[in-house]
């Protein structure tokens, strides 16, 4: 865990190159929403300002509703270096990154783990840098492991891997038009939507073949004229986690570096910008490393919205917030969060906070959002139950 550190990598090619040091190259960084791969430059702000291009602010605020959860912990097998998590079907995806196999799958009927697979390589059953693992929209069975070293997007189906299948139904090369594909959703339009590095706009549109549609969004920040051949270096201290209502196809963007949430609609439109409930901005600096320049924290810097899922039968938004600074006197790790807020799209509001028992930076919930999971600071799997307010 990179705990009271400040970011420090020599040029943007590490992930490119992070195969050839398993397990290090890849820091916890790269899936904590992957927020800081790449360099970029100096920006600092504070409050609304003509220095931000966001239109149709909304504040949120803390809602009436608050419940505290207890978890069980049901990671009874060693998990080394998780990353990330998605329930599929009755089965629990773990990423796994230091592990000999990258993906480990628990039944959630007994809590076992009962199938791993996804060797370190470049083949087509193999892994570099696992980003993230997706449902399918439209086939129950089916999940997409994106891995952000080689770009590509592989389908799989969860009967198929049960039986000893590894071979991936379909492979999709994300061809850049500009930037770095990051943080992926696929809407049930067969649109693959990106956040990342060095993008001349807020969001990538991609086709299912991987080719480059569109930019959507404007960049979030207002530079001065002799800055603007910078503008695409600022993509990563306003990315974040993504998520996707499939039923208008209107997409998420939660801001891990601050409490800003941007809402757009299936045509690229930027419908809202919600902030709050605390309101505060992105802010961090640039420190020149050799002939490059890289991230680093500073005393300003702090987390907001650490992750992001919607969940269909619900139709609610879940924001796992941290709000904790990078550097505080508490020791606390602000990668990790206890508050989910619980957003209600359609009033456009925050109606319900959840309190967390133990600290967590990515969670996944059930298809009937009876319950979820998080992965710890200790590197447990835990388990809530919930029930959402009508």
């Given at each position: 865990?990179?705990k009271?550190r400040?970011?420090?990598?020599?040029?943007?090619?590490?992930?490119m190159n992070s195969?050839e040091d398993?397990?290090?190259?890849l820091s916890?960084?790269?899936?904590?929403t992957?927020?800081?791969?790449?360099?970029?430059?100096?920006?600092k702000?504070?409050?609304k300002?003509?220095?931000y291009t966001?239109?149709?602010?909304?504040?949120l605020?803390?809602p009436d509703?608050?419940?505290?959860l207890?978890s069980d912990?049901?990671s009874k097998f060693?998990i080394n270096?998780?990353t990330n998590?998605?329930?599929?079907?009755?089965?629990?995806?773990?990423v796994?990154?230091?592990?000999?196999?990258?993906?480990?799958?628990?039944?959630l009927?007994?809590?076992?783990?009962?199938?791993?697979?996804g060797?370190?390589?470049?083949?087509?059953d193999e892994?570099?840098?696992?980003?993230?693992?997706i449902k399918?929209?439209?086939?129950k069975?089916?999940?997409w492991?994106y891995d952000?070293s080689?770009?590509k997007?592989?389908k799989?189906n969860?009967k198929?891997?049960l039986r000893?299948?590894f071979?991936?139904?379909?492979?999709?090369?994300l061809?850049e038009k500009s930037?770095i594909?990051i943080s992926?959703?696929i809407a049930f339009?067969?649109r693959i939507?990106?956040?990342?590095a060095?993008?001349?706009n807020?969001?990538?549109?991609?086709d299912m073949d991987g080719n480059?549609?569109?930019?959507?969004?404007?960049?979030?920040?207002?530079?001065?004229k002799?800055?603007?051949?910078?503008?695409?270096?600022?993509?990563?201290?306003?990315?974040?986690?993504?998520?996707?209502d499939?039923?208008?196809n209107?997409?998420?963007?939660?801001?891990?570096?601050g409490s800003?949430?941007e809402r757009?609609?299936?045509?690229g439109n930027?419908?809202?910008?919600?902030?709050?409930?605390e309101?505060f901005f992105?802010?961090?600096?640039?420190v020149?490393?050799?002939?490059?320049?890289?991230m680093?924290?500073?005393?300003?810097t702090r987390f907001g919205?650490i992750d992001?899922?919607?969940?269909k039968v619900?139709?609610?938004l879940f924001l796992?917030?941290?709000?904790e600074?990078?550097?505080n006197k508490?020791?606390i790790?602000g990668?990790f969060?206890?508050i989910?807020?619980v957003f209600?799209v359609?009033?456009?509001?925050?109606?319900?906070?959840?309190e967390?028992?133990?600290?967590?930076f990515t969670?996944?919930f059930?298809?009937?959002g009876?319950?979820?999971?998080?992965l710890?600071?200790?590197?447990e799997i835990l388990?809530?139950?919930?029930?959402?307010?009508?």
């Amino acid at each position: 865990m990179l705990k009271k550190r400040p970011i420090i990598w020599a040029n943007w090619k590490l992930i490119m190159n992070s195969h050839e040091d398993e397990g290090v190259g890849l820091s916890r960084l790269i899936f904590f929403t992957s927020l800081f791969l790449f360099s970029f430059f100096f920006i600092k702000c504070s409050g609304k300002s003509i220095r931000y291009t966001y239109t149709n602010y909304k504040n949120l605020k803390v809602p009436d509703k608050m419940v505290n959860l207890r978890s069980d912990v049901i990671s009874k097998f060693e998990i080394n270096f998780g990353t990330n998590i998605k329930i599929i079907d009755d089965y629990l995806l773990v990423v796994d990154q230091r592990s000999d196999k990258l993906i480990k799958i628990i039944d959630l009927k007994k809590n076992k783990l009962i199938k791993v697979f996804g060797s370190r390589g470049q083949g087509p059953d193999e892994f570099i840098g696992i980003g993230q693992i997706i449902k399918d929209p439209q086939e129950k069975h089916s999940f997409w492991i994106y891995d952000v070293s080689t770009r590509k997007l592989k389908k799989f189906n969860i009967k198929s891997i049960l039986r000893d299948n590894f071979y991936p139904e379909k492979i999709i090369v994300l061809h850049e038009k500009s930037g770095i594909p990051i943080s992926l959703i696929i809407a049930f339009d067969n649109r693959i939507f990106a956040s990342g590095a060095f993008l001349k706009n807020r969001i990538a549109s991609y086709d299912m073949d991987g080719n480059y549609i569109r930019g959507i969004g404007k960049n979030p920040v207002r530079l001065k004229k002799n800055n603007e051949r910078f503008a695409t270096q600022h993509s990563l201290g306003f990315s974040g986690a993504m998520a996707i209502d499939n039923r208008t196809n209107d997409i998420f963007i939660a801001t891990s570096l601050g409490s800003i949430v941007e809402r757009y609609d299936k045509d690229g439109n930027l419908r809202s910008t919600y902030i709050g409930p605390e309101v505060f901005f992105p802010e961090y600096e640039i420190v020149k490393a050799g002939e490059y320049y890289t991230m680093a924290y500073n005393d300003k810097t702090r987390f907001g919205y650490i992750d992001i899922d919607y969940n269909k039968v619900l139709d609610k938004l879940f924001l796992l917030y941290s709000g904790e600074y990078q550097f505080n006197k508490k020791d606390i790790d602000g990668y990790f969060g206890n508050i989910i807020y619980v957003f209600d799209v359609n009033k456009e509001k925050i109606i319900e906070q959840i309190e967390l028992d133990k600290r967590i930076f990515t969670m996944t919930f059930s298809d009937d959002g009876s319950s979820f999971f998080g992965l710890s600071e200790k590197g447990e799997i835990l388990k809530y139950k919930y029930a959402c307010i009508n």
